[in-house]
């Protein structure tokens, strides 16, 4: 179930970027996906995910710029990124997690895929 990340690159401020993540294989016990960031020097912070019922949640930095979206069925997801800033600048990785008893999951991390905006 490894993520595959694609659409990184660079961007000038308030331009637009899509990132997309697929598995590398499918899964029957997919859990949820969610899209992190690292900036250098700084912790991997959550910036977007997908529960299995569907339910969205982002974080406050990115709210109203960043709409993720996707198809669990299909287990493709995409990151659509607007009105960016060079604070966006980042490493970004796609998570993926996968039932793996009744009580416990497995996360799954892509290599990542370098977002940076500058002028």
């Known amino acids: 179930v490894q993520p595959v990340e694609s659409g990184g690159g660079w961007v000038q401020p308030g331009g637009s970027l899509r990132l997309s993540c697929v598995p590398s294989?499918?899964?029957?016990?997919?859990?949820?996906m969610g899209w992190y960031r690292q900036a250098p020097g700084k912790q991997r912070e959550m910036v977007a995910e997908i529960t299995g019922i569907g339910t969205i949640n982002y974080a406050d930095s990115v709210s109203g710029r960043f709409t993720i979206s996707g198809d669990n069925a299909k287990m493709i997801w995409y990151l659509q990124m607007n009105d960016l800033k060079p604070e966006d600048t980042a490493v970004y990785s796609c998570?993926?997690?996968?039932?793996?008893?009744?009580?416990?999951?497995?996360?799954?991390w892509g290599q990542g895929t370098q977002v940076t905006v500058s002028a």
């Open positions: 294989e499918s899964t029957f016990a997919f859990n949820d």
């Open positions: 998570m993926i997690s996968e039932k793996t008893s009744r009580w416990s999951v497995q996360g799954y």
